[in-house]
């Protein structure tokens, strides 16, 4: 099964494992409104988009500004019992799925519902039937159980996890079908390292994990064992020891971001040649990829060893490893038994989440990873008023005027290397709301009384629907998120920004609110996509979303110099004992959200047309702009999730997004009076400028 097709920088990191990004605290479902609704239906916050009685004002701004702003709000908000975290993104997204539940169940109970709807409806009836699952047990698994325990040989080992790309199962290497990044108009095969089932790496090396790994031993014999394969236990020690011996060889997350190094583009023959000990021809024939004539490979030297430990272990562990990927991957569509374990490890054990979330909103969510668009369309209609798409247009454009004028005035960049950034900055494509063409799933064939089916029948159809982009050109019509997802990115081969609907809500974006909060809220958030165009990795990208350098050597130079500032300061944080803060994994991230404060806060200044900003609640205009960013970072973590996140993912925690970027902000030490001595000050010399 694939497991990640997306290359897009995304905003925020939403889910820590699948199937778990709902809350317990879910508000009441609305019916779906005939018509549309007004924005102002979703929450607003204060009386002008600002949550005055959140802040905690005993601390001041220069001591601990994310405090300063959410600090009441952290103090009477507990972390809902079936979420890891909890906070400005989490309560949109029970918004979103409490709302997709409406549409989801009145296409489910319409008899003369349009053919898509009944397929959303035949999917949610096949999850939220579990007298069905129940009673079926384990056996939706046993064919394709007994396909693993019939392999004999190497060859068909490799065969196999070629074909996992179409159901359940893993493989030693990920696939996917992506743009080309030479050649940004046509579609190329990407394989990447694989072979992990814990977040990363570190999971399986590090002190920090060790309990998790020991935990992660248990949990492979127990679904093993459930699922009725032999020796589950003796099988789960050699597939965490072979695992290890992946993580040994593995790219750390570091390595695999840099768009350079990770891009190696061969023939099958050359692929054969980098890693022998790999039957590179059955995995492919079986993936449908042998009659791909350019594979790109992310991390060679990892490949020739992930293939040296595949021909070093026995087919009997190896069909073990297979075997458990499949009762991992399916467990969340089988019996009690099943979603139980995997709930207890994945949700419990490794993110800290006391609870399951109710079988519903995990019903919505597979909902939405099967027929995501079709729920999107009836989403568009019912919740997103066109004026919102005609103002963030606008908001937009001015946040691309900032953008521009911040380049001409750079004084460390050379103004041929301005003149290209321009260029590139020009050519952004826009995305807002939903795509302008829908995805056809009318091929998929969904029944409402088997759900393990479904869930595989739609991997098939997924793959097969990338498989055939290799004969076709780029669409860029397509969306990589859904409509209803609280969430933005940037695509550099695209150098597009996208803004799903569901994000372009309050305290992102509300038409009622001072513009101020909106500039420094949704303004952030398309100053940062932009910024992304921009950042250590987007910069490598040129205009037309080539991976092609652009930059006139000094001034490449001087830009590494000042991105290496800020990986030094966001290193210097410990979040957790034993956690600090990776600099340079988060390096994109933080980049781009230094270049969205900085550019909500000129395209405000922009907006007031030399006039002064007004002073509302005794708060300048700046304040107000600094205010609505940091308001949409509010967060609380589980410990567990958090230790996960800081290993794991490209984002900062959401303090830090507030907390770290401030830091080299100018016009905050200056509106909010930060002295030195104060613990967030930097001395103006030390501050990173990069945008
Ligand atoms: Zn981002």
Redesign the pocket.
Known sequence: MKTSALRA???AALSTWPMTTLAAKAPAAPAAPAVPVDLTAAPRMGTWGFDLGGRDTTVTAGADFYKHCNGAWDARTPIPSDRARFGVFEALNELSRARSRAIIEKAAADANATPDARQVGAMFKAFMDEKQVEKLGKKPLEADLAAVKAVKTKEELAALMGATQSGFGGAFFDMYIGQHAKQPEKYVAYLGQGGLNLPNRDYYLTAQFAEKKAAYTQYVAQVLGAAGWPQAGKAAEAIVALETDIALVSWTRVEQRDAVKSWNPMTPAELAALAPGFPWAPFLKAARLDRAETLVVGEPTAFTRIAEVFALTPVETLRAWIAFTVVDQAAPFLSKRFVDAHFAFRGKALSGQPEIQPRWKRGVEAVGRTVGEVVGRLYVEAYFPPASKTMMEALVADLKRAMGARIERLDWMSAVTKKRAQEKLAKFNVKIGYPSKWRDYSALQLDATDLYGNIKRHAAFDWDYDIKRLDRPVDRAEWAMTPQTVNAY?DPTMNEIVFPAAILQPPFFDPQADPAINYGAIGGVIG??IT?GFDDQGRQFDADGKLQDWWAPEDAERFVARAKGLIDQYSAFEVLPGAKVNGALTLG?NI?DLGGILLGLDAYALSLGGKPAPTIDGLTGEQRVLLGWAQVWRAKYREDALRQQVASGP?SPPMLRVNAVMRNVDAWYSTFGVQPGEALFVAPEKRVRIW
């Open positions: 920088l995304t905003l940037y940062h996509e992304h991230e781009a984002h």
